[in-house]
Every structure is written in C-alpha cells, then in structure tokens.
C-alpha cells in the first residue's frame, strides 16, 4: 500500500543533531497528524494539520517542530532531541467533512523508528 | 480517566477458537469508532468501523453499545495470522482528535 508513505524508514541520531521526517500522502485528505508511539505506551497525538493549518500541538517540546507546505505533504523538524525520544513516529491522514462536522477513519504510514543515541 | 480503555491482555487461544474484546470510552459524545490492527513494529491499520446497528465482515463482528459506553470486536475461528494487537480507536466528535486505546494482544497458536 502506498496511500501514506514516509521517510527515512529507520533512522539513528545523536542528541545534538538536526534531521527531519517526510511524510506523504496520496489520498487526497486535507488532514494529516504527526503520532508518537513508544514500546508498550498507546500512540501518543503530537500534531495535527487541516487544511495546512495547524490545529493541534499536543504540549510537545518545541525540539519537535512540524511543517505542512500542503495538504500532502508533513515534516517532523529534529534537533537537540534526547534518548527518551526514541520511538516509532506514525504519519496518519483522514478527510475532514466540515458541513457534516465530521472525520473519516485515519490511514497511516508504516512510520520512522527513529533512535536517539 | 483515560479516553479509551482497553484490557492489553495478552489472550492466548487456540487456533479455531472464537474470542471477544471489549473496549470502553469516557466521553459520551464520541461519535465514530474503529478498529485497528497493528502487528509486531508495523503500523495501525483499519481493521473496520463500527456502526451503531452493529457490522460484520467475514470472521470479524464488530458492536457498540451506547448506553454502557463500550464497542466490542468478536473474532470467530481464529487463524494464526490473527495474532496482532487490536486498538479501539473513538473519535470525539470534534475534529481530529481521534483517542487510542493501548491496544489488546492476540496470541492465535496451533
């Protein structure tokens, strides 16, 4: 499926680099959502983009800091992260139907496993 | 109180076994339900929506009871490729703010 796609797939850094995660849609949604999901923990909401706009930072340390050029594209900004912050980073996105006031189901990417060394 | 609550299990059954998850959410208004399946260091996927009146695809039964605030998932005849964590997903009814269970471990073995 290539619906989502994001990358790099896997990625190692250290805590004093700058990377950034790319994440690609190909559904035509006009919502997309940038998730956390550590080992054990349920996914955790960082961001979420309508319309390009952004309509969510879920308290998230401003180490992180998303980008949305347009409605298919997201990028998650890297730098000066810590070893707590490792994890798989989830890009999901949906369509927003805002006569009927409603959100169809999310569809995700395969995510980035990222590990801050 | 978290959103959405779930039993992490894991439930271990045999192949060919029907098993039952529950799933309860806190917020009365929430207005759509899922769920997904994620395997091993994979990502979610839709696995169905769960509608008012109840939905089945195949194997799989999907039901939500307003009134006690919990979706079900029925899985009958359990296959090894069944094995997976299952997450109950509720969407709140104001945009975007879709809240994850921390998912229910399935072990399917022979």
């Known amino acids: 499926e290539t619906g989502v796609t994001q990358t790099p797939r896997h990625l190692v850094m250290g805590m004093t680099n700058k990377k950034s995660l790319k994440c690609e849609q190909h559904?035509?949604?006009?919502?997309m959502y940038w998730y956390k999901q550590s080992a054990k923990k349920p996914l955790e909401l960082m961001f979420v983009?309508?319309?390009?706009?952004?309509?969510e930072n879920n308290s998230v340390p401003s180490r992180f800091s998303p980008e949305c050029p347009n409605s298919s594209h997201l990028f998650l900004h890297l730098h000066t992260l810590q070893p707590e912050d490792s994890a798989l980073y989830l890009c999901a996105s949906s369509q927003e139907d805002l006569a009927a006031f409603s959100t169809d189901t999310q569809y995700f990417g395969p995510g980035t496993r990222l590990t801050v060394l | 109180r978290k959103e959405v609550e779930q039993d992490p299990g894991p439930f271990n059954v045999p192949e060919g076994a029907t098993v039952a998850f529950n799933c309860t959410y806190s917020n009365s208004a929430s207005q759509s339900f899922f769920w997904y399946r994620q395997d091993c260091r994979k990502e979610p996927k839709l696995l169905m929506s769960v509608y008012s009146s109840g939905n089945e695809d195949g194997r799989f039964t999907a039901q939500l009871n307003r009134a006690s605030q919990y979706i079900s998932l029925l899985i009958r005849d359990s296959k090894l490729s069944d094995s997976a964590t299952y997450l109950c997903v509720v969407n709140a009814g104001n945009f975007n703010k879709f809240y994850f269970g921390s998912g229910t471990k399935l072990n399917v073995k022979p």
């Open positions: 559904l035509g949604h006009n919502a």
């Open positions: 983009y309508n319309f390009k706009e952004q309509t």
